[in-house]
């Protein structure tokens, strides 16, 4: 317990040195002195305010808490279906808010987010339905119908692009993951978003503990298999088609970060789903700061730099659980 709570502590203070970090990156360096002028509302240049308060921490903001989401729905995920594959975007879900954004872009919508959120939910209504079977969840189903209808539904988009090829950039741009457009209006938003996610995250992380044993030994032990699974799934989903529907696809940060946490702090979802959070938000921020500075003036989507963080680390990871 002790050796946990101080892996938070270290883990939350990594997350804030970053913070400050990466407001101090871009085009134009800015000082720590300026960022905490600014931050106790100190009188400072406009140019410098505008740049920290309209364009860097909307989108610093953001990209932790969206990264932190990401890596709790992919804890959840992996839990209730047992499969140490599995990460936000198995289910589908995030091709169908690709769906409404693709078709958004295509239209001309001014804002897309919502169109995106309403398709990603669609899409879970009707993943979850197919996988009934005698009024309860077949995971095996549940993956297989997640992974064909994303399957089918990014074919739609790709079909899409090729039609309207005029917005083929801006819909790829979007699927590749993008933070370039994040707003401070989002951060209100998002952050109760994010309240509402942690409540519900926690009511019942014992359950969520005993499930991830097996269905029959949480049924032995009173848990209500079916309940907790429709739960968890139904919140997982909520996530991911929030995010998704900001951010576009960002991938491997649900996947890795659960992983990762697991080496350090293990299993207990009371403590992995906080790890989960610090651990997606602290590697989305960084990833996120790669991809508007490396290139500059222009920048690149984040989730290019997520993959090719991502892939080898997850690698590492299996190669090293091969050898223990």
């Not at 995030?94 to 309403?118: K, Q, Y």
């Not at 899409?160 to 938003?189: C, E, P, Q, T």
């Not at 996530?239 to 576009?248: D, E, K, N, P, Q």
């Amino acid at each position: 317990m002790k050796n946990k709570i101080i892996f938070l502590s270290v883990l939350f203070f990594v997350l804030i040195f970053s913070f400050f970090w990466t407001i101090k990156i871009g085009s134009i360096n800015i000082g720590y002195n300026e960022i905490i002028s600014n931050i106790l509302n100190k009188n400072i240049d406009g140019d410098v305010k505008t740049i920290i308060l309209e364009i860097r921490l909307p989108r610093i903001l953001l990209s932790i808490f969206i990264g932190g989401l990401l890596a709790i729905s992919g804890v959840i995920l992996q839990s209730i279906l047992k499969n140490p594959l599995a990460d936000p975007f198995i289910t589908g879900i995030s091709s169908g808010a690709a769906l409404g954004a693709s078709i958004g872009i295509i239209a001309g919508f001014s804002n897309i987010t919502f169109l995106a959120f309403l398709t990603s939910l669609l899409t879970m209504l009707f993943v979850y339905r197919i996988s009934l079977a005698d009024g309860k969840i077949n995971i095996i189903s549940l993956l297989l119908i997640g992974v064909i209808t994303g399957s089918f539904l990014s074919s739609i988009v790709m079909l899409l692009s090729a039609i309207f090829n005029k917005d083929l950039i801006k819909v790829m741009f979007w699927l590749m993951g993008d933070l370039s457009s994040m707003k401070s209006i989002y951060i209100n938003i998002t952050f109760i978003f994010l309240l509402i996610v942690f409540l519900l995250s926690f009511i019942f992380s014992y359950d969520l503990n005993i499930l991830s044993l097996g269905e029959e030994e949480a049924k032995t032990l009173g848990v209500n298999v079916e309940f907790i699974k429709f739960y968890y799934f139904a919140l997982s989903s909520l996530i991911v088609a929030f995010c998704v529907s900001l951010s576009g696809v960002i991938g491997f940060i649900g996947l890795v970060i659960p992983h990762i946490m697991r080496y350090f702090i293990g299993n207990d979802a009371r403590f992995l789903l906080p790890a989960s959070f610090l651990g997606g938000g602290l590697f989305l921020l960084i990833s996120d700061t790669l991809a508007r500075s490396l290139f500059l003036p222009g920048e690149i989507p984040v989730g290019i730099i997520t993959g090719l963080i991502g892939a080898p680390v997850f690698i590492f990871l299996i190669l090293k659980r091969k050898k223990i």
